[in-house]
């Protein structure tokens, strides 16, 4: 992975410091949309960009494989990708394969060899109780940690990431995501913060069906790598964002946690706060800073979690990055500035500043829980909210 994290920098080592935007996007009545909204969205904050990072997330892209996971890779050699096929056809069955089709522009330069295989994970070789989800991650892992000049960036089902070196609508553009569909919609602009723009660096970051994308520095990086690696994430990237994917499916996934909760765990009151509590939310809080200390959020953050059926934006508990909520029917929208999603939706049900530290969660129709919902009230539906209410 050394060389092709180097590959497309035409900055050198030189960071070219400007602000991320994110943009999020959920029919939760699962109706799939063409990405030209999402395109049209993100491009609107060009300025906050400087062109070494863009990417998407889509949900219900491969409506055809659903059930098959969705392992999407960068090579930067040859020799890369037959030693990767190699061992992918050790561990899993591949079901289908194909380079992703990508379209030739100028301001794309230098681009990895990117393919993508539908399969299913060869369940015979293993001598353990382990689930379907757990096999890939180990096999992500392990292709991203032993194989040179191989990175895999995308590994969930019926959902994909396209990323890379370049302005988000340059990359739409690459990938030709005007004409994919989906019901969730993430989009990001910008690098990862503290490392150098290249391709697989890009936002979102992902571990099977989980996304994260991010606008913010998170200062306790060292102390949440530490702790994921207690449970053998391996972090090879070196950037705040992708300990948030890694501490999400932790959290979630593994542990089993709500939504809720793992938010809560991420940007909890101060301790001086909780003292002041009532009993039983003390104890809620207390219990989650001892056991889950080590995760929570240091530093300004505004993210959006995606994964199938619910996405997520949530920011710091002051604010230090914005976010901006909107609801339109059915369709929920998030996104750094408001201008975005009048852009694309003028005529919105609602628009609102989400409160800092209490997720706006939004959820597929039919799904546990309320539609959508903020700091764990239901907000689907009663009254109009207010712009910083």
């Given at each position: 992975m050394k060389d092709l994290s180097k590959a497309n920098n035409p900055y050198n080592d030189e960071k070219v410091i400007s602000q991320c935007s994110i943009f999020g996007m959920m029919d939760t009545s699962g109706k799939r949309h063409s990405g030209k909204k999402v395109i049209t969205a993100i491009s609107n904050m060009h300025e906050r960009g400087n062109g070494l990072g863009g990417g998407f997330a889509i949900y219900g892209c491969y409506p055809e494989r659903a059930e098959d996971y969705a392992l999407q890779i960068m090579y930067h050699?040859?020799?890369s990708r037959d030693e990767t096929e190699v061992y992918l056809n050790r561990f899993f069955d591949i079901r289908y394969s194909e380079e992703i089709p990508t379209f030739r522009m100028a301001a794309i330069k230098n681009p990895p060899d990117i393919y993508r295989y539908f399969v299913q994970p060869a369940r015979e070789?293993?001598?353990e109780i382990i689930s379907d989800d757990d096999?890939?991650?180990r096999r992500v892992f392990k292709i991203n940690t032993s194989i040179e000049d191989a990175y895999v960036f995308s590994s969930g089902k019926d959902m994909g990431v396209f990323k890379g070196v370049g302005f988000p609508e340059e990359i739409a553009e690459f990938f030709g995501l005007e004409d994919y569909y989906g019901y969730i919609w993430t989009a990001h602009g910008r690098f990862p913060t503290n490392t150098q723009g290249w391709w697989g660096g890009a936002h979102?970051?992902?571990l099977l069906d989980w996304t994260v994308v991010h606008n913010g520095e998170i200062s306790s990086y060292g102390a949440n790598r530490r702790f994921l690696e207690m449970y053998d994430y391996i972090c090879t990237m070196h950037t705040d964002t992708e300990v948030v994917a890694y501490a999400v499916d932790l959290l979630a996934r593994k542990h089993g946690l709500p939504i809720e909760t793992v938010m809560d765990i991420f940007?909890?009151?101060?301790?001086?706060q909780i003292d002041r509590m009532e009993q039983e939310e003390k104890e809620y809080f207390v219990a989650l800073r001892r056991v889950y200390g080590p995760l929570l959020l240091n530093g300004p953050f505004a993210i959006i979690v995606a994964h199938h059926g619910e996405m997520v934006a949530h920011t710091d508990r002051i604010r230090l990055r914005p976010m901006v909520a909107g609801l339109s029917g059915d369709i929920v929208y998030t996104s750094s500035e408001e201008s975005s999603i009048r852009l694309i939706s003028p005529d919105l049900d609602r628009v609102w500043i989400p409160v800092g530290g209490h997720p706006?969660?939004?959820?597929?129709?039919?799904?546990?829980?309320?539609?959508?919902?903020?700091?764990g009230k239901d907000i689907g539906g009663g009254e109009q909210l207010e712009a910083g209410n």
């Amino acid at each position: 992975m050394k060389d092709l994290s180097k590959a497309n920098n035409p900055y050198n080592d030189e960071k070219v410091i400007s602000q991320c935007s994110i943009f999020g996007m959920m029919d939760t009545s699962g109706k799939r949309h063409s990405g030209k909204k999402v395109i049209t969205a993100i491009s609107n904050m060009h300025e906050r960009g400087n062109g070494l990072g863009g990417g998407f997330a889509i949900y219900g892209c491969y409506p055809e494989r659903a059930e098959d996971y969705a392992l999407q890779i960068m090579y930067h050699t040859r020799a890369s990708r037959d030693e990767t096929e190699v061992y992918l056809n050790r561990f899993f069955d591949i079901r289908y394969s194909e380079e992703i089709p990508t379209f030739r522009m100028a301001a794309i330069k230098n681009p990895p060899d990117i393919y993508r295989y539908f399969v299913q994970p060869a369940r015979e070789e293993l001598h353990e109780i382990i689930s379907d989800d757990d096999i890939v991650a180990r096999r992500v892992f392990k292709i991203n940690t032993s194989i040179e000049d191989a990175y895999v960036f995308s590994s969930g089902k019926d959902m994909g990431v396209f990323k890379g070196v370049g302005f988000p609508e340059e990359i739409a553009e690459f990938f030709g995501l005007e004409d994919y569909y989906g019901y969730i919609w993430t989009a990001h602009g910008r690098f990862p913060t503290n490392t150098q723009g290249w391709w697989g660096g890009a936002h979102p970051f992902s571990l099977l069906d989980w996304t994260v994308v991010h606008n913010g520095e998170i200062s306790s990086y060292g102390a949440n790598r530490r702790f994921l690696e207690m449970y053998d994430y391996i972090c090879t990237m070196h950037t705040d964002t992708e300990v948030v994917a890694y501490a999400v499916d932790l959290l979630a996934r593994k542990h089993g946690l709500p939504i809720e909760t793992v938010m809560d765990i991420f940007s909890p009151p101060v301790w001086e706060q909780i003292d002041r509590m009532e009993q039983e939310e003390k104890e809620y809080f207390v219990a989650l800073r001892r056991v889950y200390g080590p995760l929570l959020l240091n530093g300004p953050f505004a993210i959006i979690v995606a994964h199938h059926g619910e996405m997520v934006a949530h920011t710091d508990r002051i604010r230090l990055r914005p976010m901006v909520a909107g609801l339109s029917g059915d369709i929920v929208y998030t996104s750094s500035e408001e201008s975005s999603i009048r852009l694309i939706s003028p005529d919105l049900d609602r628009v609102w500043i989400p409160v800092g530290g209490h997720p706006v969660i939004a959820r597929l129709k039919g799904s546990p829980g309320h539609d959508i919902v903020e700091g764990g009230k239901d907000i689907g539906g009663g009254e109009q909210l207010e712009a910083g209410n």
